[in-house]
């Protein structure tokens, strides 16, 4: 089973079939898995404690829709690996 295709900017990222992992191997990677942000892809830095980075117009901003605050970007990591 392959891994499919995914929608973005980054051609080699792909997504994992949902049967790849056990539950406990979900639980494992759920343990050791941090998320971090990246200062060159928030509009707002300041809310994950980075100082303001000089403008990058080649990076895409991953809350450009809305403010995704870090307590929620964890969720979010969390979800997608159960």
Known sequence: MGIGKRQGNN???RIA???RLTFEGKGQL???VRY????????HPAA???PRPEPRP???????E???LLPE???LVASGIR
Not at 36 to 43: D, P
């Open 66 to 68: 809305r403010d995704i």
């Open 11 to 13: 051609p080699k990222r």
């Open 48 to 50: 994950y404690g980075f």
């Open 30 to 32: 759920g343990r050791v």
């Open 36 to 43: 971090i942000g990246s200062v060159n892809h928030k509009l």
């Open 73 to 75: 970007a964890e969720q």
């Open 58 to 64: 080649n990076k895409s901003v991953c809350d450009m």
């Open 17 to 19: 079939p949902s049967g």
